[in-house]
């Protein structure tokens, strides 16, 4: 699986308890489903899915005859992969690429959940696969984050558009998008300010931004992704809501994976957001991101 590096820590932690449960196994019955329930709620899948879960394996299980330990396993997985894709049937998640001209991405989230190192490892990425990359340093706030993303820019040899501290993010989102279109280039990844003030200034922030950007680029931004930091649990989600109510968000990154045992907020996300999640963070280097595959990602849990 391509999660074998980053996801130790919530294969022993939601995948563990899964498999203790398995292990454990010796029929089906009411309290098998209990535990079940408790392992998914611990695992951060949140209340209402983690009983989602349950009720319908009940069923299927049912359905199917499943007695065995093997037999109950795959119920178990099927359905989880199930309930994930059901949910996000209308959404992409891939990325929305322009059809012509630049691809204008915009990044949002709070600080600290990973937005600059997330960009960094996308224009890496992007740049492997032939794509001419520009980064803008649009979050000018945050000491220190223009010269984060000069520095990933200089390791990836990607060039950043930037302008002094505390400036007007709007005049870096201009300049960055003219340069783009006149120079050709296939993406720009917008580094946003994660102030979570109050949900009016947020949106007025972004609105304002993306206004800039669909001024010069009328279909764009094409995607809006907002990064979110998994080891945060349900605050997480809280900060997903706020932002969903600012401005249209197209995907999310989930980052730190590799540092929580409780991966059930993927499914949480998908349930309580219906947000498809792009990219999941799987450590600090440059090559830990990996699109997000649920199947792989659920089986990943049972190795
Ligand atoms: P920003 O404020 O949202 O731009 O966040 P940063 O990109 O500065 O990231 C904050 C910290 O999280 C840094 O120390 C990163 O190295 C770390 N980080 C980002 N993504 C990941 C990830 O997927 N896994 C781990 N373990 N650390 C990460």
Redesign the pocket.
């Known amino acids: 699986s391509k999660y074998e590096k980053g996801l130790e820590k919530t294969r022993t932690g939601f995948g563990a308890r899964l498999n203790a449960l398995l292990a454990n196994f010796r029929h089906v019955d009411e309290e098998f489903f209990e535990n079940l329930e408790e392992a998914l709620i611990e695992s951060d899948v949140g209340f209402e899915m983690a009983v989602s879960i349950s009720d319908q394996l009940r069923e299927e299980v049912k359905l199917q005859n499943a007695k065995s330990k093997q037999d109950v396993t795959n119920v178990i997985i099927e359905k989880m992969v199930d309930l994930y894709e059901q949910q996000g049937k209308d959404e992409h998640t891939e990325i929305n690429f322009a059809k012509s001209g630049p691809t204008i991405i915009l990044f949002v989230?709070v600080?600290?959940?990973?937005?600059?190192?997330?960009i960094g490892k996308m224009a890496a990425m992007y740049q492997k696969q032939g794509k001419k990359v520009l980064l803008a340093a649009a979050d000018t706030f945050?000491a220190g984050?223009i010269q984060?993303l000069q520095v990933w820019g200089k390791r990836d040899n990607v060039p950043v558009v930037a302008g002094p501290e505390k400036s007007d993010p709007a005049a870096v989102v201009f300049d960055a998008v003219s340069k783009a279109k006149k120079e050709n280039y296939d993406v720009l990844f917008v580094d946003t300010a994660?102030r979570l003030q109050n949900k009016v200034n947020l949106m007025n922030e972004l609105e304002k931004m993306k206004r800039i950007i669909s001024r010069e680029i009328p279909d764009a931004p094409h995607e809006v992704l907002l990064?979110l930091d998994s080891t945060t649990g349900q605050n997480a989600l809280s900060q997903a809501k706020l932002f969903k109510e600012s401005t249209d968000v197209t995907g999310i990154v989930l980052?730190?994976?590799?540092?929580t045992a409780r991966g059930g907020i993927v499914l949480a996300i998908r349930n309580e957001l219906h947000l498809p999640v792009k990219y999941v963070?799987?450590?600090?280097q440059v090559d830990?991101l990996q699109a997000f595959d649920a199947s792989e990602f659920v089986y990943g849990l049972f190795k």
């Open positions: 989230g600080n600290g959940v990973g937005k600059t190192t997330t945050r984050a984060q994660g990064v980052t730190k994976l590799d540092g963070g799987l450590g600090e830990d």
